[in-house]
């Protein structure tokens, strides 16, 4: 059984595995010991605002196999609707298939509901069309470019 | 000369004037005299939330002739990132091609640069694709699908 709640800071560095561990993610993130502390600094801005929610996934002996962040944001447009974002998904490479990550999702779909959101939203990038398709199917549709630039 | 500013709240019937008068804006949003109540609380969540920054652009005589939503989000991926998001930018009908939408974007992209964001997204509806057209002059990309769910 597979647990889904709010990271703590000891799960810190099985996160940044967890993030690297990834197509993309394995030339973007600095995996070392102790954690890279750009990290550490992430991890205290995103726990002091309270519109951040870090989660993991956990499995019976605690060990991280997913995480997710999701970022409640009011908006006035739409009549002031508040929305949900998920960004930085990944699951353990042991768990794909498992039905693991449509649950995470669904969790993290609730806690946005719970906080009053009427939106969830992602991006999803072009070159992960199974991510894409993972995401039509639990309700998502992809109505949006998602348009991103360097700075 | 157009300023780009912080939103006042005595700005919000403007704002939402300027929501409402869009194709998609017209369906969604709600003008009355006085504003409805949710986008008082709207704007009071935003102004409360100091990773939002809810803009103006205005005109010499101090109207309301745009406006836009920067979030800045901290993250962990990419060794602890922060982003910038821009959401809900609207141009009034009377600026549209002065170049007065570039220079608004280009001063939230500076907005987000001075926050630490190393990157800047935003979505943008494949109905809109003018608007599509407008970023990718502006150095956006459309590496991402843009997925959203109603709840």
Redesign the interface.
Known sequence: MVLFRKARSEELPA??RL?ADDAL?QA???VSDPV?P??V???A??DA?P??L?AVAVDPKDEVVGCL?L?F??????????RG?I??VRIAASQRGSGMGSAFIEWA?ER??ERG???????????RPDA?RF??K??????????????
């Not at 109505?143 to 991103?148: A, T, V």
Request: proline fraction near 2%; glycine fraction near 10%; charged fraction near 20%.
């Open positions: 996160i940044v993030l993610g973007r993130e600095v890279d750009r990290y600094q992430a991890f801005a995103i605002d519109n951040q870090l962040q970022t944001i009011p908006g006035l447009s739409r009549t002031g609707m508040w974002q960004e930085s779909v946005a509901a959101c009427k939106l969830v939203q992602l991006t999803s990038d072009k070159s894409i995401y039509g639990l309700g998502f549709t992809a109505s949006h470019e998602g348009l991103k630039r360097s700075l």
